[in-house]
């Protein structure tokens, strides 16, 4: 029998009820267990709201517990709120030179680029200023992932680019909410710089199990027909998720198996096909998730250990230091980091030598050294 391209592509069958909600760039209504850092976000940002400075605010914790959501969400609340304030959310990713996060602000506030003719940066901070005073508005800019600005080494300048424009534009009310999975790059900054951004600190802590479930569940209602997704086959699912400690991932396996399930021309998923789509994608988004939130001599731990096949935990630890010079207890730390972000496993061995442990990855050595090196 021959394959018609036609007959598949046409076939309006379909498992999903509204599968846009598991992409990634949706924001959901219904935020859920994130209370506490929404209130905390609100209160820094209704200043702003009533014609004052929104608290300059630092979001931080795991990769995949909320901070870029809620960030969204409230910036569509505020928006809808309030005309008195100018809400810009900037991914730091895409955009980590000065030219690039001014040239979103930009876009924001005329819905265009600015033009890109060697003109300083200079001009195009005094039109965004001379723009938002004469509208009498404030300015809120998020920067996310605001750790790739520490490794650009520009942080310090955008930052007092910002908050400093009251010397030379006379525009004080600005607000900016940083965020990232490691705080201490916060160290690194200039004194300068912390004079004037010296933010509140709020932390999104991993979701519990049960909270994973709940959340899991409601986006399975949005996205599925019922019937779709059983009882057993969500509870399979979110252990997964929990292991991994990403939700992230759960939404990823959500829509990778029900295209299977598809492919398979089945009605309902199965552990089975959760399983192919944990191997056909999900565990690699985890893995890369994850090492994006270390930085470079974390990096380098984990590149060793994928690398060098040692998994004695003293052993490494003489090799690391000839290697790189870290103390016993950054070393300790770092181990702990990396077994906190289920990278690693630490068995305690029992050995003549007293007592000693053994490093044991949880991802293989060869797509860790992969993800290693394209997370640069
Ligand atoms: N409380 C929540 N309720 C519903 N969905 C959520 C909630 N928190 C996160 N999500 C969903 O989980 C996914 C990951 O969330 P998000 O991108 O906000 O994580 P993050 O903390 O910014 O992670 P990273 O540090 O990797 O950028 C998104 O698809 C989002 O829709
Ligand atoms: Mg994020």
Same mark, same amino acid.
């Given at each position: 029998m021959t394959v018609d391209a036609k007959d598949i592509l046409l076939d309006e069958e379909t498992l999903? *009820?509204?599968g846009k909600v598991l992409t990634p760039g949706y924001v959901p209504e219904n935020i859920q267990h994130r209370d506490e850092q929404l209130k905390a976000l609100s209160y820094a940002l209704k200043p702003g709201l009533r014609g004052l400075n929104p608290i300059n605010t630092l !979001?931080? +914790? %795991? %990769? +995949?517990t909320g901070k870029t959501t809620i960030i969204k969400h409230l910036f569509d609340q505020a928006n809808e709120a309030s005309g008195k304030i100018v809400t810009v959310y900037i991914n730091c990713e895409d955009a980590n030179t000065r030219f690039a996060v001014f040239a979103r602000i930009h876009e924001m506030l005329f819905g265009t680029s600015p033009p890109d003719t060697g003109k300083p940066i200079e001009s195009v901070k005094e039109k965004i200023f001379s723009k938002l005073l004469k509208e009498d508005k404030g300015l809120i800019v998020a920067l996310d992932e605001l750790d790739q600005l520490f =490794? #650009? /080494?520009? !942080?310090? #300048? =955008?930052?007092?680019d910002l908050l400093k424009a009251h010397t030379t534009y006379g525009f004080d009310r600005v607000g900016v909410f940083g965020a990232m999975i490691?705080? *201490?790059f916060m160290a690194k900054l200039d004194d300068k710089t912390r004079s004037v951004f010296n933010p509140e600190r709020v932390f999104f802590e991993p979701y519990t199990r049960d909270e994973l479930f709940e959340i899991l569940s409601e986006r399975v209602k949005h996205a599925y027909y019922q019937g779709v997704v059983s009882r057993k086959v969500l509870d399979y699912m979110v252990d997964r998720t929990f292991s991994l400690g990403d939700l992230r991932i759960g939404i990823d396996l959500l829509r990778r198996s029900g295209l299977v399930a598809e492919r398979d021309a089945k009605r309902e998923i199965t552990v089975k096909q959760v399983d192919e789509a944990f191997g056909g994608g999900s565990q690699m988004l985890a893995l890369k998730n994850t090492i994006r939130g270390l930085d470079d001599t974390e990096r380098s731990l984990l590149s060793y250990l994928a690398s060098s096949g040692e998994e004695v935990s003293g052993v490494v630890y003489e090799r690391f230091k000839e290697e790189t010079g870290v103390g =016993? #207890? #950054?070393?300790? @730390?770092? !181990? /702990? /980091?990396? @077994?906190h972000l289920k990278l690693v496993d630490t068995v305690h061995l029992e050995g003549e030598r007293g007592r000693s442990r053994k490093i044991v990855l949880r991802y293989k050595a060869q797509d860790i050294q992969d993800h290693v090196k394209t997370c640069k």
């Open positions: 999903f *009820r509204n !979001v931080y +914790g %795991p %990769p +995949g =490794i #650009k /080494k520009n !942080v310090d #300048k =955008i930052l007092v490691d705080e *201490r =016993i #207890k #950054k070393y300790n @730390e770092m !181990v /702990k /980091k990396l @077994e």
